[in-house]
């Protein structure tokens, strides 16, 4: 296919062919990319091809609720339970095998301690009660007559992207490595409302969660946070929660830790103090070089993906134009830029952000990327709106130590081998080599 | 409970109740609802319940792709068959049972001329010929490789809410009344790439777009939308597309009718003329007082609903501070602003907007209000950026006379009677005895 190669675009703006992402954004260009399509334009000079015989027999007919295409059924979680208590642990969500920045309900990442309760509904009951001047109840009724509040965000466990501390790089695929995150449109009633409705006492500066499943999961959630944006969420991406994602009743504090998003929420009391329980103490907890252990990590810093390519993959289709694809996002509010570097971080290129860029929700980065064969070393970097900047592995681990467990927010290197294969690197030998720890110690 | 009721947004702003939007959004507000968790305060001066029965026992396992609970089974759609070919018709998102603005994939509407065809995405096809300079076939992994685009957009049926054309007004729920209308995030190409690629003729002013259906659907798109905002799309809120939905390939023409966003797309012919299918000439075009028949209004006009409360529901707990909450979208561009009123049509006042209002996407609208237990008649009215009105029955009829079938997007009436039974009704007498059709055809 001829192409019209002059659009300035195409003259790589980084090491490694990264190409300017206006490339695609521009109108009536012709991509350089004949050989993506070259055996098809010798098809196309042959007559169209005879119908599929899907067009020979009616269809199937109406469905109540959808379900994806069969041949989709490799687009999965991927569930690590625990040893000794099999319904507890985590299910990752398949980062790799999706586009966009919504996460669909049924792939949304689970993270259990006792497996996932059987709530009836109109049974269900929340107790907000403590140093309030009035206590109270509310049933599902009576939360769906408040006003309510929509808000697209991501929740990620603490313990996202772990196996970022192992001694040698993780191969999991992308989303099996970093996919205890997901974003969502959550809608419900601001906790603000309800916290307002019982009289809190200005005293008051925390609030003991505690959730509905056999766990009896509690933690200790400021004052400051649930008056701000807290949601007492009802509706997941439209529809009513999903059974594993907290229904009837979730707690969603946009761009905090996962944990804190306490699921079948079935108490807050209000105190003076955190209840310094076993989620924020004995876990969730990150243990620092100087030997204490940092606690109340409750935001969760900016980080970035790419997705495609990504581990696991190859670029069967050998030498030519690729988009480098990925996520960004950031607890602390809109991601303001996303660096994509094709040789292992020597020279970058920023990468187009899909609008809408929403505070505390997966944005959605893309980059042209025109491989020419040999092999190259591909990262990502995200800067949030308040300035910081994704680390280096070294950088987290000269702060952090090697004990930290939670928050792993490094930047993720992929190397693409001449074969195209695509492999999970640590940038620098030393790093692999003086890695102490393993992380295989399972979800309690 | 006691209320602190000296805020100013309590004070009406419209007739029969409606407060400003801003009650609910203010810091520390008690609201005037005490009689909402009346019952629940009496309870919570008692100790907190027993632990349901579902604290007492180990949760469900992890699963690979959730679904919703069991409990919101009567959540689905609500398909009506054609009589003669029980695959063909059309199903209704359930938008009163939904909240926010994200239709989840398992909801979204449907309409199919045949079914649904069960395609190998490995064997599909998409030929691109015609005026071009290089006529070409697409696989899913060529287009996979072509940078992406994302929106959040609705697709809406040309023919959704033709009940309002009856001489009666329909009594079934809002989604069943006005639900062939969804909204996702799609991402896929955009078409002006593949065009691009293609080398289109600068003479060629549609594209004739064909299904790969046992319908074999084919329609004509103008070259115009196809450079400006079509995209071939492979994912829906994130996952490949569901069946229903066109999977592998559908194209989406954001805010234009929803028979032009072509599913299981199989190829798309550059001419010069339209085709003039079956679809733009018999069907997909109204009927004019004039005998003239209306073609090719290809895009949606403003509208809006009013989800909750709507038709069939019950305001069981009696007079008292109620949410007014609603969807309005428009195929011109953002929603700019929506009134809704409470005294049929005398006095509005505006609704809250929730944020981000995106264009050509659902836009949630919110508003408090105070309903007395008198008789009450809500309705809402959009206005999109272009300034256009969504207008009354009664101007929609004047204009478009008895036998559109299509295009329905007057304002929508709910009465509300002394028991809080909410109904649908016309505003005027005038209108529903002078009506002589029924649209009771079935879709075919």
Same mark, same amino acid.
């Given at each position: 296919m001829s192409g019209n190669?002059?659009?300035?675009?195409?003259?790589?703006?980084?090491?490694?062919?990264?190409?300017?992402?206006?490339?695609?954004?521009?109108?009536?260009?012709?991509?350089?990319?004949?050989?993506?399509?070259?055996?098809?334009?010798?098809?196309?000079?042959?007559?169209?091809?005879?119908?599929?015989?899907?067009?020979?027999?009616p269809g199937q007919p109406f469905t109540l609720y959808g379900q994806p295409a069969g041949y989709?059924?490799?687009?999965?979680?991927?569930?690590?339970?625990?040893?000794?208590?099999?319904?507890?642990?985590?299910?990752?969500?398949?980062?790799?095998?999706?586009e966009g920045t919504i996460t669909p309900n049924g792939l949304h990442y689970e993270r259990h301690h006792n497996g996932v309760p059987q709530i009836n509904p109109d049974e269900h009951?929340?107790?907000?009660?403590?140093?309030?001047?009035?206590?109270?109840?509310?049933?599902?009724?009576?939360?769906l007559r408040y006003p309510m509040r929509s808000q697209i965000c991501f929740v990620e466990c603490g313990g996202n992207s772990n196996a970022g501390w192992n001694k040698a790089p993780s191969q999991a695929e992308a989303g099996y490595f970093h996919g205890l995150v997901s974003c969502s449109e959550w809608t419900?009633?601001?906790?603000?409302?309800?916290?307002?409705?019982?009289?809190?006492?200005?005293?008051?500066?925390?609030?003991?969660?505690?959730?509905?499943?056999?766990?009896?999961?509690?933690?200790?959630?400021?004052?400051?946070?649930?008056m701000d944006d807290a949601i007492l969420a009802l509706y997941q991406n439209g529809e009513r929660l999903r059974p594993e994602n907290g229904y009837p009743l979730r707690l969603i504090l946009?761009? %905090?830790? =996962?944990?804190?998003? #306490?699921?079948?929420? +079935?108490?807050?009391?209000? &105190?003076?103090?955190?209840?310094m329980a076993r989620n924020e103490t004995a876990r969730y907890t990150e243990l620092l070089p100087s030997g204490k252990a940092r606690m109340f990590?409750?935001?969760?810093?900016?980080?970035?993906?790419?997705?495609?390519?990504?581990?696991?993959?190859?670029?069967?289709?050998?030498?030519?134009?690729y988009q480098v694809s990925g996520l960004a996002w950031s607890g602390r509010g809109r991601i303001e830029q996303v660096d994509v570097s094709a040789d292992g971080g020597e020279t970058w290129a920023p990468a187009e952000l899909q609008a809408p860029v929403l505070p505390k929700a997966f944005?959605?980065?893309?980059?042209?990327?025109? %491989?020419? =064969?040999?092999?190259? #070393?591909?990262?990502? +970097?995200?800067?949030?709106? &308040?300035g910081y900047v994704q680390p280096e592995r070294e950088q987290l681990v000269a702060a952090q130590g090697r004990h930290g467990f939670y928050h792993y927010n490094a930047i993720v290197t992929w190397s693409v081998d001449e074969y195209g294969t695509v492999t999970h690197v640590y940038t620098s030998e030393a790093q692999q080599a003086d890695s102490d720890i393993s992380i295989d110690a399972g979800w309690d």
């Open positions: 190669n002059k659009s300035p675009y195409l003259t790589p703006i980084a090491g490694n062919g990264l190409l300017d992402r206006r490339l695609f954004l521009q109108g009536g260009l012709v991509l350089g990319a004949a050989q993506l399509v070259a055996g098809n334009a010798r098809a196309a000079r042959q007559e169209p091809a005879a119908r599929p015989e899907w067009m020979s027999v989709e059924d490799e687009v999965v979680r991927y569930p690590s339970p625990n040893r000794q208590m099999r319904n507890s642990g985590a299910s990752w969500t398949p980062l790799h095998m999706l009951r929340l107790l907000v009660h403590g140093m309030v001047r009035q206590p109270a109840f509310f049933t599902i009724d009576n939360l419900g009633v601001p906790l603000s409302t309800i916290l307002s409705e019982v009289g809190l006492d200005k005293k008051a500066g925390w609030l003991i969660a505690d959730g509905a499943d056999a766990f009896a999961m509690n933690i200790s959630i400021p004052v400051e946070k649930a946009p761009g %905090w830790e =996962g944990v804190l998003n #306490v699921k079948w929420l +079935r108490s807050l009391k209000a &105190t003076a103090q955190p209840i990590t409750f935001t969760m810093d900016a980080k970035s993906l790419i997705t495609s390519p990504s581990g696991g993959m190859v670029l069967k289709q050998g030498p030519g134009l944005t959605r980065f893309r980059i042209p990327w025109q %491989w020419d =064969g040999a092999p190259a #070393v591909l990262k990502s +970097r995200a800067v949030d709106e &308040t």
